[in-house]
C-alpha cells in the first residue's frame, strides 16, 4: 500500500512527484505544502508537519507524549518494527495528540503517522484517541482528527480489534456533549480505523486522491468485487457515494476547518 518514496538519484534540492514523475524544485515543492504543482498529487505529511500547517504558531502542546507499545503476545520480530518505526517517522507511536488552537478556537487535535508502522492502531494508538476524546467531552472541546492508517495493528491480534470499540465508545461521549467532531481523511485512510472512529464524525472532509475504503484492493478482488470502478477506494468515490462531506486541497484546510468551527461551536 505504501507508495515509494522519491528517488535518491535526484539531487537534494530537487523532488521527483510520485505520480506524475516530474521534477520539482525542493524549496517550491515545501511551499506548496508538499502539493505537486503539475498534476495536484497530494504527497504524504508526518505529523508534526500536520500540525505545523494547521493550527496557530506554538499554540500545540502535546498529550500522553510517555505511552508506549508493548509486545503482549510475543509476536515475532514486533519489538524490531516498533524500533524501526520510531526510527522511520521521529514518534513513539503512529499518532500525536494534543491540544491547540485554531483560528483562535481551542480544540483537542490527533493526528495519525503513516510512517510509524502504516498509521496501525494498536493498543496505544487507540488509548491515546480514546483519552483525546474523553479530555475533549470533559473540557467540552472540539476534536479535530487527522485520520492517515492501513488499519489495526496485527502484532497485537485480538487487543488491536478491541480498540475499535473503544475509540467508537469514547466519540460517543463527546456527542453527548454536543461539541463537534471534525475528521480529515488523508492517504490512506483504512480498514479498522476507517470503520470505527475516523467514520464517525460530525463533518469529514478528505484530501484530493485519498485512498479511503475498509478492505485493500486485493481483498476486495478475493472476496468478489467485479467491475470497480477507476476512482474506486478514492476520496471521490466516496464523496460520490455520501461518505464523505468535502473533498478539500491541502492549503484549504485550515480555512476551512476555522470555517466549521466557527459554525458549528456555540
Same mark, same amino acid.
Given at each position: 500500500?505504501?507508495?515509494?518514496?522519491?528517488?535518491?538519484?535526484?539531487?537534494?534540492?530537487?523532488v521527483q512527484c510520485i505520480k506524475c514523475k516530474k521534477i520539482l524544485f525542493r524549496p517550491d515543492f515545501e511551499r506548496a505544502l508538499r502539493v505537486c504543482t503539475h498534476c495536484g498529487y497530494h504527497h504524504r505529511l508526518s505529523?508534526?508537519?500536520?500540525?505545523?500547517?494547521?493550527? @496557530?504558531?506554538?499554540?500545540?502542546?502535546?498529550? @500522553?507524549?510517555?505511552?508506549?507499545?508493548? @509486545?503482549?503476545?510475543?509476536?515475532?520480530?514486533?519489538?524490531?518494527?516498533?524500533?524501526?518505526?520510531?526510527?522511520?517517522?521521529?514518534?513513539?507511536?503512529?499518532?500525536?495528540?494534543?491540544?491547540?488552537?485554531?483560528?483562535?478556537?481551542?480544540?483537542?487535535?490527533?493526528?495519525?503517522?503513516?510512517?510509524?508502522?502504516?498509521?496501525?492502531?494498536?493498543?496505544?494508538?487507540?488509548?491515546?484517541?480514546?483519552? =483525546?476524546?474523553?479530555?475533549?467531552?470533559?473540557?467540552?472541546?472540539?476534536?479535530?482528527?487527522?485520520?492517515?492508517?492501513?488499519?489495526?495493528?496485527?502484532?497485537?491480534?485480538?487487543?488491536?480489534?478491541?480498540?475499535?470499540?473503544?475509540?467508537?465508545?469514547?466519540?460517543?461521549?463527546?456527542?453527548?456533549?454536543?461539541?463537534?467532531?471534525?475528521?480529515?481523511?488523508?492517504?490512506?485512510?483504512?480498514?479498522?480505523?476507517?470503520?470505527?472512529?475516523?467514520?464517525?464524525? @460530525?463533518?469529514?472532509?478528505?484530501?484530493?486522491?485519498?485512498?479511503?475504503?475498509?478492505?485493500?484492493?486485493?481483498? =476486495?478482488?478475493?472476496?468478489?468485487?467485479?467491475? =470497480?470502478?477507476?476512482?474506486?477506494?478514492?476520496?471521490?468515490?466516496?464523496?460520490?457515494?455520501?461518505?464523505?462531506?468535502?473533498?478539500?486541497?491541502?492549503?484549504?484546510?485550515?480555512?476551512?476547518?476555522?470555517?466549521?468551527?466557527?459554525?458549528?461551536?456555540?
Amino acid at each position: 500500500m505504501q507508495r515509494r518514496a522519491a528517488v535518491s538519484m535526484i539531487p537534494e534540492q530537487w523532488v521527483q512527484c510520485i505520480k506524475c514523475k516530474k521534477i520539482l524544485f525542493r524549496p517550491d515543492f515545501e511551499r506548496a505544502l508538499r502539493v505537486c504543482t503539475h498534476c495536484g498529487y497530494h504527497h504524504r505529511l508526518s505529523a508534526r508537519e500536520r500540525i505545523l500547517y494547521t493550527v @496557530d504558531p506554538d499554540s500545540f502542546r502535546e498529550t @500522553d507524549a510517555e505511552l508506549r507499545s508493548a @509486545d503482549p503476545l510475543g509476536f515475532p520480530e514486533y519489538a524490531e518494527k516498533l524500533r524501526k518505526g520510531v526510527a522511520t517517522s521521529g514518534e513513539q507511536e503512529a499518532i500525536i495528540t494534543g491540544t491547540a488552537t485554531l483560528n483562535g478556537y481551542e480544540i483537542v487535535i490527533g493526528v495519525m503517522d503513516f510512517g510509524f508502522m502504516g498509521g496501525s492502531m494498536g493498543s496505544v494508538v487507540g488509548e491515546k484517541v480514546t483519552r =483525546a476524546f474523553e479530555r475533549a467531552a470533559e473540557r467540552k472541546l472540539p476534536v479535530i482528527m487527522f485520520c492517515a492508517s492501513g488499519g489495526a495493528r496485527m502484532q497485537e491480534g485480538l487487543i488491536s480489534l478491541m480498540q475499535m470499540a473503544k475509540t467508537t465508545a469514547a466519540v460517543g461521549k463527546l456527542h453527548r456533549t454536543r461539541m463537534p467532531y471534525i475528521a480529515v481523511f488523508t492517504d490512506p485512510t483504512m480498514a479498522g480505523v476507517l470503520a470505527s472512529f475516523a467514520s464517525l464524525a @460530525d463533518v469529514i472532509l478528505a484530501e484530493p486522491g485519498a485512498l479511503v475504503g475498509f478492505a485493500g484492493q486485493r481483498v =476486495a478482488a478475493q472476496a468478489g468485487v467485479s467491475k =470497480a470502478p477507476a476512482n474506486f477506494q478514492t476520496a471521490e468515490f466516496q464523496y460520490e457515494h455520501g461518505m464523505i462531506d468535502l473533498i478539500v486541497p491541502r492549503r484549504q484546510i485550515r480555512p476551512t476547518l476555522a470555517y466549521l468551527l466557527e459554525m458549528l461551536l456555540p
